[in-house]
């Protein structure tokens, strides 16, 4: 009986050869270093509580550098007065417009007024800056940025008379006090005496004021 049984289960698998050990499914160390790559994983370093934000060599990562230092400043500000639709009847229908009217000056004694009209609300305020450097005036300006003397104004319905103010700011109201402000005039007030309220006559009417001022000459106090 015992050589029959030898015979039909041979021992053929050696006892002392060492067995590998399997590794197991969800082992995701071992095919992240493979190859030497020492990157961190992002998805690991979510969960592990540090700055996520901090990139190579220590900067900011996600970011894009601001453009406001790289932005030149513009040499005329611009404010808008007045901005309407305007719808003109055709046979086909009904036509939409928009006109602008604004203001333009660089607050050192420059300043004029322009008006635009087109389709398209940026094509129409770009017409109008155009416009208003094209009309653009220089104030005759005193030391302190004032005027020398008061002037009075009329264009159209609009009626208005600019004086020096020391030591009280701009004292003026609706569009001539933005004139008065890009134009870079301090200590000085001005007095509406229409019942107007077209604030574009009423940024024409302190330009026209304004320009009587080109022929005053000023005397240079010591």
Known sequence: MDTEINTIIPTKIPINVP???????????ARENR?????????RQSHSGGDHSVGRGGKRAGRRPSRRDTRTKPEFEQKIVSLRRVTR???GGRR???????????????????????SDTPLAIEKAFRDAKKNMITVNTTKEMSIPHEVEAK?????????????????????????LELAG???????????SKNSANNAYV?????????????????
Request: with cysteine; charged share 20%.
């Open 206 to 222: 302190a330009i026209k004021a304004l320009k009587q001022l080109e022929t005053t000459k000023i005397r240079n106090k010591n």
């Open 96 to 118: 939409f417009s928009f006109s602008v009217c604004l203001v333009a000056g660089n607050r050192k004694g420059s300043v004029g007024v322009g008006q635009g009209k087109a």
């Open 19 to 29: 067995v590998e050990p399997t590794l197991p499914v969800h082992a995701p160390k």
């Open 89 to 91: 009847v055709m046979a």
């Open 185 to 195: 005039l301090r200590e000085i007030g001005a007095k509406l005496f229409s019942r």
């Open 35 to 43: 190859g030497g790559d020492t990157r961190p994983n992002p998805a």
């Open 155 to 179: 264009f159209n319905a609009s009626r208005v008379k600019i004086m020096p103010a020391r030591g009280k700011g701009v004292l003026a109201g609706s569009s001539v006090r933005t004139v």
